[in-house]
């Protein structure tokens, strides 16, 4: 059994600061891709940043500047350190983990259950 877990999210001020986590547990033999994604009230979900496995991050052009991802290879968890937040920010942040299981050939996608980020005074 593999999970995805987020962690981070709240209320914050314009120009604010939060920093999201994301850990991945239970049976892994390895972890590719590790990626935030996120979802605003009526709109698509979107890619904010990834950063796969020995590879460098890519970032969304709205977040560039002022969002950075990070990885913890020892732990199995992604960051997400976003700084001058502005209210389009809002919206359900989402991890996504590309995790190939023990016994298993081949990796899959595992989600996150989200973690809700508003931004407003």
């Known amino acids: 059994q593999v999970q995805v877990v987020e962690s981070g999210g709240g209320l914050v001020q314009p120009g604010g600061s939060l920093r999201l986590s994301c850990a991945a547990s239970?049976?892994?033999?390895?972890?590719?891709?590790m990626a935030w994604y996120r979802q605003a009230p009526g709109k698509e979900r979107e890619l904010v940043a990834a950063?796969?496995?020995?590879?460098?991050?890519n970032y969304a052009d709205s977040v560039k500047g002022r969002f950075t991802i990070s990885r913890d290879n020892a732990k199995n968890t992604v960051y997400l350190q976003m700084n001058s937040l502005k209210p389009e920010d809002t919206a359900v942040y989402y991890c996504k983990a590309r995790i190939r299981p023990w016994r298993s050939w081949s990796g899959s996608d595992y989600w996150g259950q989200g973690t809700q980020v508003t931004v407003s005074s």
């Open positions: 950063m796969p496995s020995g590879s460098s991050a």
């Open positions: 239970g049976s892994i033999f390895s972890i590719d891709a």
